[in-house]
């Protein structure tokens, strides 16, 4: 089947720690995406990435990092810098920029 | 920055009904999208209308769009208990947003049987 990839389901974070969010897509599509959604929120963009070895921030990128080294992969590392990390973490992609995003199933990260 | 704004924020109908979701924005765009959100998952694209289309339809699902006073509306006919969802619009606004999509808060949708 083809389609969006995220993992683990749930994350917990501990104070001080850095996680990486896991997002892999099997669609061929050129453009990534990683949304955070608070609870009872719309979606605020992180970071984006359109090519291959090129990514953007986003709205919210600050205590992010991401890397786009393969096609299928854009893993999403939350730093300890990140001091409200609890959200729900949506990655998405699409064959043409900004249009008709197929999204994941997202990532809960909790801080312990 | 939120581009899109939903209204109304909550909507309570009974199976068979029509829901009508709104959504206003402020800058010019290319494209208005809207998806779906059932909770705790990711979001599912519904329709996708350009700036220069005025109504869209899919299944039970009708969209216009109104560029001149800048809003949208989202209709679904013949509701089911399954419709019940989150429904979100979304912008693209080209250069004006720095090229990326902008999400409203949503429309928390409740189809009762």
């Known amino acids: 089947d083809g389609g969006i990839t995220q993992s683990p389901k749930y994350l917990f974070r501990k104070e001080g720690q850095n996680v990486t969010l896991s997002c892999e897509q099997n669609l061929n599509h050129d453009a990534m995406y990683w949304y955070r959604q608070d609870p009872g929120q719309g979606l605020r963009l992180i970071y984006y990435s359109h090519i291959v070895n090129d990514f953007q921030k986003g709205d919210i990128a600050e205590g992010y990092s991401v890397s786009r080294e393969k096609k299928e992969s854009f893993p999403l590392t939350v730093t300890s810098a990140q001091k409200n990390p609890t959200a729900f973490y949506l990655c998405?992609?699409?064959?043409?920029?900004?249009?008709?995003?197929?999204f994941g199933s997202g990532t809960q990260l909790s801080v312990l | 920055s939120q581009q899109g704004e939903e209204d109304p924020q909550a909507l309570s109908i009974q199976e068979g009904e029509n829901a009508t979701m709104n959504c206003s924005y402020k800058t010019s765009i290319n494209n208005l999208q809207w998806y779906r959100q059932n909770s705790g998952r990711g979001l599912v694209h519904l329709i996708l209308i350009r700036s220069n289309e005025r109504e869209k339809h899919s299944g039970r699902l009708r969209v216009t769009l109104d560029t001149s006073k800048k809003s949208s509306s989202l209709l679904i006919t013949a509701s089911r208990a399954a419709d019940t969802a989150s429904y979100f619009c979304a912008t693209d606004a080209g250069e004006t947003s720095g090229s990326r999509l902008t999400f409203g808060e949503g429309t928390q949708l409740t189809v009762n049987p």
């Open positions: 998405a992609s699409s064959i043409f920029e900004n249009e008709k995003l197929f």
